[in-house]
C-alpha cells in the first residue's frame, strides 16, 4: 500500500500525478506505479459541506433525457426498412407532419440542454465529493442514460454501418477492400452513403461482433440495434467500474472523476444515444491501463489489444503501458527492451487474429480512412480552410496546400507523442498518455464529439482543476451538445419543413440555452467566471 489520502492534511498523500484536490475521506489504494511528494493545498477544504438536494439535479435530468427520447422518435434515426414502426401513427405524425418534426427537434434541443444544465447543477449540489457521493454520481448515471438506452439512434447514423459492415462480413467479403456498397439494397439500411465505399476504420474484434450481430439478428435493423447498444453499454460499465479506480491510484477524488466523466452529456449522448462502439474501445483501453498501472501488465496488453481490435486508434496506450511494465527507474535499454515486448505481445496476438479471419493487418491501411476528411472547427481543419481560401485567392491549388497542412499537423501530433514518450516523469505516465492523446485528437483536421470523450477519462482520473480546465471542459461540452442537437436530424425530405429549417431551429434553441447557462442562470454563470471565489465543494486545488 503506498497511502491514504486524509481529510485534514493533503501533505500525507502519496500521488502518481500530482495536478487536483485532495478529499475528505480516507481511500486505501493498491500498489501504483510510483511515488511522487504532494505538494500543499492552496486552501483549506469546507468542514460542513453538505449535499444540497442532488436529486433534484438528478430528477431535471431525467427530464431532460425523457425529452431527447421523445424527440429521437421524431427525428432520430430510422433505417427505410423498419416499416412496423414508420406506421405507429403517433410517429407518424412526429416523423411525417411538419409541426410534429419541429415538437422533435425542439424537445430534442431542450431536453439536451437540460441535461448539461443538469450534470452542472449536480456537481454544485453534490457539495462534498465523499464515499456518500458514489451512490448519487451512480444514480445520475442510470437515470440519465436509461432513456437514451431505448432511444431511436442520435447524432449518428455509424451503428447502421455497424450493421452494414456485418453483412459485408457474412457476405465473405473483405471490409478492409470492400465498402458496404457491396451489399443488395444497403441503402435500406440507413447507412450513410458517404462512406460506402470507404474501407472499415474498425478493427478484426469488432468486425466479429459485427458479424455475430448480423448472424443473430439476420440483418433486421431494430433487433440489431438493441444489440450494438448492449455492447456499447458494457463499454460504458467498464468506463463507471474503472475510472475510479484509477483516480484512486492518482490520488484524485473517484467520485469527482466519475461525475466528470461518465454522468458527463456528451459521454452518454455519445456512447448511448448515438451507440458509438469507442465505447466499448474506451472501456477496454482504461481496464488495461489500470491493470498496468498495478503491476499486471501482461492482462493490461491483453485488454489493450483487445481494444485495438475495436478501433486501432488505441494503440497510443502501448508504448505508455511498456514503461509501466519497464518500472520507476528502468535504464534506457531497458525502456526498449519492454517496449519491443509489450508490441511484439500485442501486435502478435493482432496477427493471429488476422490469420485467424484471413484479413491480416488491413486494418493499419484503413487508419486513414476517418482522417481524410476536415471540419471547420478543428484548429487544424480550419487552418487548412484558411490556407485553401487564400491559395486558391491567388490562383494557386489551394486544397493541395491545405492537404500539407493536414498533413504537417499529423506528423506535429506524432512528434508530440514521440516527445512524450521519452521526456516526463515515471510518476507522471497517465497524464503524459493523456496529452498524448490529446495530441493525435486537436491537430487532426476532423474532430468528432466522441474523440473529445476518449480524452475525458484519462484528464479525469490525473486531474482536472477546478480553475481553467474544468471551465474548459464545460465549454467544450456545451459547444459539441449544441453541435450534435443541430447537426444529424432524420428529417422526412418530403415535404415543406427543410432539414436545414429543423437544423436552425435546433441551433438556435440550443446556442439561446447555452448562452442562458453561460451568462444569465444564477446558478451556473459564476461556473464559467474567470476567477472562482473558492474551490468546488469537496475539492482542494494544489499548487
Same mark, same amino acid.
Given at each position: 500500500m503506498l497511502a491514504r489520502i486524509r481529510g485534514d492534511a493533503c501533505s500525507s498523500t502519496t500521488h502518481l500525478f500530482v495536478g487536483d484536490s485532495c478529499t475528505?475521506?480516507?481511500?486505501?489504494?493498491?500498489?501504483?506505479?510510483?511515488?511522487v511528494p504532494a505538494t500543499e493545498p492552496s486552501s483549506p477544504e469546507p468542514e460542513n459541506a453538505k449535499a444540497d438536494h442532488p436529486n433534484v439535479a438528478i430528477l431535471q435530468g431525467f427530464i431532460g433525457s425523457m425529452l431527447?427520447?421523445?424527440?429521437?422518435?421524431?427525428?432520430?434515426?430510422?433505417?427505410?426498412s423498419s416499416y412496423e414502426l414508420r406506421r405507429v401513427s403517433f410517429m407518424m405524425w412526429l416523423r411525417f407532419e411538419p409541426v410534429g418534426a419541429v415538437l422533435s427537434v425542439f424537445l430534442l434541443a431542450v431536453g439536451g440542454m437540460l441535461l448539461v444544465r443538469s450534470w452542472l447543477r449536480f456537481g454544485q449540489r453534490i457539495g462534498s465529493w465523499g464515499p456518500e457521493s458514489r451512490p448519487y454520481v451512480l444514480k445520475a448515471i442510470v437515470a440519465w442514460g436509461a432513456p437514451m438506452a431505448v432511444a431511436l439512434p442520435l447524432f449518428s447514423r455509424d451503428v447502421f454501418a455497424y450493421i452494414a459492415q456485418g453483412l459485408v462480413m457474412v457476405s465473405g467479403l473483405n471490409p478492409y477492400k470492400d465498402g458496404y456498397s457491396q451489399i443488395s439494397n444497403y441503402l435500406q439500411i440507413g447507412a450513410d452513403d458517404l462512406w460506402a465505399q470507404?474501407?472499415?476504420p474498425y478493427g478484426p474484434i469488432f468486425l466479429w461482433l459485427e458479424e455475430i450481430v448480423v448472424r443473430i439478428?439476420?440483418?433486421q435493423t431494430e433487433f440489431s440495434i438493441l444489440l450494438f447498444r448492449l455492447i456499447a453499454l458494457i463499454g460504458v460499465a467498464m468506463c463507471v467500474y474503472y475510472v475510479p479506480k484509477l483516480a484512486e491510484l492518482h490520488g484524485i477524488n473517484p467520485n469527482r472523476a466519475l461525475w466528470l466523466t461518465a454522468a458527463n452529456p456528451l459521454f452518454l449522448t455519445n456512447f448511448i444515444a448515438s451507440i458509438h462502439n469507442d465505447a466499448l474501445m474506451i472501456g477496454l483501453a482504461l481496464a488495461g491501463l489500470y491493470y498496468a498501472a498495478t503491476?499486471?501488465?501482461i492482462r493490461g496488453i491483453l485488454l489493450v489489444t483487445l481494444s485495438i481490435g475495436i478501433k486501432p486508434i488505441t494503440l497510443i496506450f502501448l508504448p505508455f503501458i511498456g514503461l509501466m511494465w519497464a518500472g520507476k527507474g528502468a535504464s534506457w535499454p531497458r525502456k526498449f527492451l519492454y517496449w519491443f515486448l509489450t508490441a511484439g505481445l500485442s501486435l502478435g496476438l493482432l496477427g493471429i487474429l488476422g490469420v485467424v479471419n484471413g484479413l491480416g493487418?488491413?486494418?493499419?491501411g484503413a487508419l486513414s480512412t476517418p482522417g481524410s476528411v476536415w471540419i471547420w472547427y478543428a484548429p487544424i481543419g480550419f487552418l487548412g480552410l484558411v490556407v485553401a481560401t487564400l491559395g486558391n485567392a491567388l490562383g494557386l491549388p489551394g486544397w493541395a496546400f491545405a492537404d500539407v497542412v493536414h498533413t504537417l499537423g499529423r506528423l506535429a501530433s506524432l512528434a508530440v507523442v514521440a516527445w512524450l514518450m521519452f521526456v516526463g516523469d515515471y510518476s507522471r505516465l497517465v497524464r503524459r498518455l493523456a496529452l498524448a492523446f490529446a495530441a493525435i485528437v486537436m491537430l487532426a483536421p476532423m474532430i468528432q464529439s466522441w474523440y473529445v470523450v476518449w =480524452?475525458? %477519462?484519462?484528464?479525469? +482520473?490525473?486531474?482536472i482543476r477546478t480553475d481553467w480546465q474544468v471551465k474548459t471542459l464545460y465549454l467544450f461540452v456545451s459547444f459539441f451538445m449544441v453541435y450534435a442537437i443541430s447537426d444529424q436530424l432524420d428529417i422526412w425530405p418530403y415535404f415543406e419543413f427543410s432539414l436545414s429549417a429543423a437544423r436552425q431551429i435546433a441551433a438556435v434553441t440550443a446556442v439561446a440555452f447555452a448562452l442562458y447557462l453561460i451568462? =444569465?442562470? %444564477?446558478?451556473?454563470? +459564476?461556473?464559467?467566471?474567470?476567477?472562482?471565489t473558492e474551490p468546488a465543494p469537496g475539492e482542494l486545488r494544489i499548487r
Open positions: 475528505n475521506q480516507r481511500l486505501e489504494r493498491p500498489t501504483m506505479t510510483a511515488q431527447m427520447l421523445a424527440g429521437s422518435l421524431g427525428v432520430g434515426w430510422l433505417s427505410l470507404s474501407p472499415t439478428t439476420g440483418g503491476k499486471r501488465a493487418f488491413g486494418w493499419v =480524452l475525458i %477519462p484519462l484528464f479525469a +482520473v490525473t486531474g451568462f =444569465l442562470d %444564477p446558478k451556473t454563470k +459564476v461556473l464559467f467566471r474567470k476567477k472562482l
